[in-house]
């Protein structure tokens, strides 16, 4: 079965720092598509990144990165300059073959003041 | 402005009651999802349907039934409400070509008292 892993349920960083929040996936397919969904309060979900696992390159979406390690099924994402609206519930996907997309938990990112 | 529309946004029921939610898109998007998101669990897809007239189960189909009549709407019923089925219900839908990420409606928050 397909999952993916977010191992921090809630992080906490001070207004402009860099923060990196991880996430592990499992899958026997070579090709599929990786996300990252921001829920703020509002509850709306927000695509902040898309990679696609052919591309080696990382993609950057301004403030946001991902460090993709395919061969070790890692997706992380990088905030840089934190800023006060980034706090949000953050979900890692992982879109498979038949174009259904698999969640994960969650990371509940606090940016303090 | 064009997106996925949920109805209700707020809904509260009844142990045994039947309600239905609605998803419409005018996107004109081949593929439409219904995801549950409850607390320390994030989304887990509850049906999808590939095309008009067509459907198929996720990954937590049971007490939901959901119809796809039209190419811009997919229904979501609860036939008898049971207070497990508390949940925000998201739908979502996305092109059949190209593997692109889904646009998501903005929620439904469901009680079931």
């Known amino acids: 079965a397909q999952t993916v892993t977010q191992s921090q349920p809630e992080m906490s960083v001070q207004e402009a720092e860099t923060v990196t929040l991880s996430c592990t996936y499992d899958?026997?397919?070579?090709?599929?598509?990786l996300f990252w969904y921001k829920q703020p309060p509002s509850r709306q979900m927000i695509l902040v990144i898309r990679?696609?696992?052919?591309?080696?390159q990382n993609a950057t979406e301004n403030r946001f990165s991902v460090n993709f390690q395919k061969a070790a099924k890692s997706f992380s994402l990088k905030i840089s300059d934190s800023q006060l609206g980034d706090t949000a519930m953050y979900f890692c996907?992982?879109?498979?073959?038949?174009?259904?997309?698999?969640f994960g938990k969650g990371t509940r990112l606090h940016i303090l003041p | 402005n064009a997106g996925v529309t949920q109805t209700p946004k707020f809904r509260v029921l009844k142990t045994g009651q039947s309600m239905t939610l609605l998803c419409a898109q005018d996107?004109?998007?081949?593929?439409m999802y219904w995801y549950r998101q409850d607390p320390g669990m994030g989304l887990r897809l509850i049906h999808y349907?590939?095309?008009?007239?067509?459907?198929a189960k996720g990954e937590v189909p049971d007490g939901y039934n959901v119809s796809r009549l039209k190419k811009q709407n997919f229904l979501l019923g609860l036939e008898s409400a049971a207070p497990s089925q508390t949940s925000v219900y998201f739908c979502?839908?996305?092109?059949?070509?190209?593997?692109?990420?889904?646009?998501f409606g903005s929620g439904t928050r469901l009680t079931v008292v």
């Open positions: 996907a992982f879109m498979n073959r038949d174009d259904k997309i698999i």
């Open positions: 996107m004109n998007h081949e593929y």
């Open positions: 990679q696609e696992a052919y591309k080696q």
């Open positions: 979502a839908s996305s092109f059949r070509t190209g593997r692109g990420s889904y646009t």
């Open positions: 899958t026997s397919e070579s090709n599929y598509y």
């Open positions: 349907s590939v095309g008009e007239g067509t459907t």
